[in-house]
Structure formats: structure tokens, C-alpha cells
């Protein structure tokens, strides 16, 4: 979200968890998703790095300047409460209390914010 927000453009590359590219270690021993390769070869493989990252390299709308008590609730808001849902929605076969839509519809709420 941050990538976007901060209109950063980037090469997404699917990773399937259960079989990880070697290449995914080449870039990061530690093989945790998600990981970006900077064209400086820098490596960022923590979430909040690479959100701090892109708003320091663009933040249009000052989000950096947000009081940080409001900011660690809307990462921990996005970190946890939309990755379920999320995680429901692109393997909602494993969650088939609910079809895929429900939990799409659930995903667009926190991102409609």
C-alpha cells in the first residue's frame, strides 16, 4: 500500500510460500516475504522498512507527519485485522465458511479507507 501510495513502481513476483525460488534466497537468507531489491542492491525485507522507505522517498499527503500513535494503529490495523481477511481471500478454499467474494468484500473495506 505504501508502494502505491507513494506511486513507486516496482516488479511484483509471485512467491509460493511452500516452494520457495532460490532466487527469493539469493536476494534474502531469510527467504520472508515481502522483500525489496532496491536497483542500488540495497535489500528491504521487513514490511514497515519498505513502508518507511517509500514515504521517505515520496509522501504526498504527509502521512509521515501523522502522530506516530496513530500510525503504529493503522499499520497494526493493516497488519492484522485486513491480512486476515486477506490471507481468507487468496486461500479462501482452505476458508469455506464463506465464498471468495465475502472475503474480497471484506479486503475492499480497509482498502476503500
Known sequence: ?????????IQL???LLSNRHPEL???SPKGTVPVL???DSTVIDES???????LQNSDPDSWIG????IQFEMIDVYDN??????????YYDRYPENNKNHYRDKCDKYLSK
Open 81 to 90: 485485522e485486513f491480512k486476515n481477511w486477506l490471507d481468507r481471500y487468496k
Open 48 to 54: 514497515l522498512d519498505i513502508m518507511k522507505w517509500a
Open 25 to 27: 534466497y539469493a536476494i
Open 13 to 15: 513476483k509471485e512467491i
Open 66 to 69: 501523522y502522530d506516530q500513535k
Open 37 to 39: 531489491c532496491l536497483n
Open 1 to 9: 500500500m505504501a508502494l502505491a501510495y507513494s506511486n513507486i513502481t
